[in-house]
């Protein structure tokens, strides 16, 4: 049998040195050498160079086909099943009597959009302790701390709308309506330092108190 040789591309022919219509193996060749970050043959008339290059990829090919091969055999035989569905989580309590567990806030910050809903669900246990009807009003109290302005806080977030006005409408004891009123916050410049639990250095008013342990 005559020993095969590989032709070298023609003028005109797509070839691996940028010619026109170039053969499939030529392209792949090409390809796989971009994959693995090979330094590519430039255009030259140098048959060894260019028949070492298509060797290299052929050889590439090769032990991937055989690989494939091998895995096959080995593979067990029988059916093959696909990883378990995730389960559904339980619906969002919409209740706004029901008090709200860490695990439900962190739910039901996820289902409004918070990208980090761990610490969302921190700082609205500890701002409400999981109560949608929570209600924090200091209008008219003369005894508040220096420096201290009142606040009409209301919801799981506690939401001041003294502060944000814009919520006033709102019916902020309906927990999915507060916990879009906290992401709006959340996702101002201040970000969680709208919340004093966020800002203080006292542990036993902190939202650290409700973070998981690292």
Same mark, same amino acid.
């Given at each position: 049998?005559?020993?095969?040789? %590989?032709? !070298? ?15 499939? /193996?030529? /392209? ?13 043959? &430039? ?18 090919? *090769?032990?991937?086909? /055989? ?12 059916? #093959? ?19 709200? #567990? ?20 921190? *700082?609205?246990?500890?701002?409400? =302790? ?28 506690? *939401? ?8 006033? =409408?709102?019916? %902020? !004891? ?9 992401? *709006? ?13 966020? #800002?203080? =250095?006292?542990? #036993?008013?902190?939202? &650290? ?6």
């Amino acid at each position: 049998m005559a020993k095969a040789e %590989l032709a !070298k591309p023609q003028n005109g022919s797509l070839g691996l040195f940028g010619e026109q219509n170039g053969s499939a /193996a030529e /392209a792949h060749a090409l390809a796989l050498a971009r994959e693995r970050k090979l330094p590519l043959p &430039k255009k030259s008339d140098d048959d060894g160079l260019w028949t070492f290059f298509l060797m290299g990829a052929g050889f590439g090919l *090769i032990s991937f086909f /055989a690989g494939r091969q091998s895995a096959s055999r080995s593979a067990p035989s029988g059916p #093959t099943f696909g990883p378990s569905p995730e389960p559904e989580p339980p619906p969002v309590p919409s209740d706004r009597t029901h008090t709200f #567990t860490l695990s439900e806030l962190r739910q039901l910050a996820a289902a409004a959009g918070f990208q980090d809903p761990v610490t969302a669900a921190a *700082i609205a246990m500890a701002e409400s =302790s999981g109560r949608p009807w929570a209600v924090k009003d200091t209008r008219g109290r003369t005894d508040l701390p220096p420096h201290t302005s009142p606040e009409l806080s209301i919801g799981l977030w506690q *939401i001041n709308v003294l502060v944000h006005p814009t919520f006033a =409408s709102w019916d %902020l !004891k309906d927990p999915a309506q507060n916990a879009h009123a906290a992401l *709006i916050l959340a996702m101002s410049p201040n970000n969680w330092r709208h919340w004093s639990v966020y #800002t203080t =250095s006292d542990p #036993t008013q902190s939202y &650290k108190r409700f973070m998981p342990a690292v």
